[in-house]
């Protein structure tokens, strides 16, 4: 039982100190962006001209940010828009954000927010 305690804590302890290598060898980057915006009002589905009490806004980025997120996001769900072409999808906070890979190999994310309250939004439609 005492042997079985000691590796338990032996491996518990090398796992814990590569966690801790490789996080303290690990620095905040930013990197340049790649991607589209657009500032409306009403629906991303039916979008109408910003006013004074609504205004919202949608993101599309694209590249190397896009791949990033989607292979960070995972898994893949199932897109009943999209599942019939081979692209995989991976979605948060149902479809708040949502990122793409094309049987092309092209990442696409897209997110959004309203101007008035701040609180997050899709940013695309099926």
Known sequence: ?????????TVLLLVSMSFAADSAD?????????????IYGG??????????RDANIAFEITGEMAKSMFETMGP?????????????????DHDKLRCQLTKDGEYT??????????????????
């Open 26 to 38: 690990w620095q905040l980057e930013f990197k340049p962006i790649s991607g589209v915006y657009g």
């Open 109 to 126: 994310c897209s997110f959004g927010f309203n101007l008035k309250t701040g609180k997050s939004i899709g940013g695309s439609v099926c």
């Open 76 to 92: 893949d769900v199932k897109d009943p828009c999209t599942e019939r072409d081979g692209t995989r999808v991976r979605s948060k």
């Open 1 to 9: 039982m005492y042997v079985k305690y000691l590796i338990t804590c």
């Open 43 to 52: 629906g991303i589905g039916d979008p109408i001209a910003p006013s004074r």
